[in-house]
């Protein structure tokens, strides 16, 4: 039977029960800032996560035991890796937009002067510069390893990722202590407002980032990976190398230029 160069994907239930669990993660979130407790949010986590194993397999066996990822296939999700990186782009440009629209015209509405008069900022020079040489490290270990990958070495690829995702979970670290140190808080005005939720989201994605690392890991440890078909490692290192320079433009236009 003719079968053409492209996946034609089989009838799932993960993408609905994968909608379920962010409507309940959502509900759980709202429910948390307005006191109602932490079940419903730890339930949509609960389901989230089962979904993110479960669909992963599902896109590992396509590719590994079924031969459906082809050249096309491969061209395919290239492209749209790279436009689920443009749209990150655009998502943090939003907070940019506001942030110096905001502090370089200032309203009444957000106050006479720009940041709040009496808030105590952190030092640019402190946690925030560690945290750009951690990143940064994470970014060299990444590529070190995915040369390694390419050159056959899967133990020194090994190596690097380990590192990477190390520095990863030390980032995260960093900055939940960075969070308990700010005399200021997301109800704070609108600069609060903005820092909270720019860090914060970039917090976020080195998360998702790591988990991202720690799966690939697993699969170059039990040999899922060639030196030539290595799509879902080139994907995690493009997401991580977009966290790095997300948090570049972080460090110089709020840590470093809004102090």
Not at 56 to 77: A, C, K, P
């Amino acid at each position: 039977m003719f079968r053409n160069t492209f996946h034609l994907v089989e009838y799932s239930p993960w993408p609905l029960i994968g909608s379920v669990g962010a409507f309940l993660l959502a509900v759980g979130l709202v429910s948390w800032m307005h006191g109602l407790g932490l079940y419903c949010m730890f339930l949509g986590l609960l389901v989230i996560f089962f979904i993110m194993f479960q669909w992963w397999r599902d896109v590992i066996r396509e590719g590994m035991f079924q031969g459906y990822h082809t050249y096309n296939v491969s061209l395919g999700l290239r492209y749209g890796m790279i436009l689920f990186i443009v749209s990150e782009v655009l998502f943090f440009f939003s907070f940019f937009w506001t942030y110096f629209h905001s502090s370089l015209a200032p309203t009444l509405d957000v106050g006479s002067c720009w940041p709040v008069v009496g808030l105590k900022f952190l030092s640019p020079f402190s946690v925030p510069l560690l945290n750009t040489a951690v990143l940064l490290a994470s970014g060299v270990s990444v590529t070190w390893s995915h040369h390694s990958l390419m050159l056959g070495s899967r133990v020194s690829s090994l190596h690097g990722l380990i590192i990477s995702i190390f520095l990863g979970i030390y980032f995260t670290f960093l900055q939940v202590g960075e969070y308990y140190e700010v005399s200021f808080s997301l109800s704070d005005g609108i600069f609060g407002s903005i820092f909270f939720v720019a860090t914060g989201f970039h917090g976020l994605h080195v998360l998702i980032g790591t988990v991202f690392l720690t799966v690939c890991c697993f699969r170059i440890w039990f040999f899922h990976f060639s030196y030539g078909h290595h799509f879902g490692f080139e994907a995690a290192a493009w997401y991580w190398h977009f966290v790095d320079v997300v948090w570049l433009f972080l460090y110089l236009c709020i840590y470093w230029w809004g102090s």
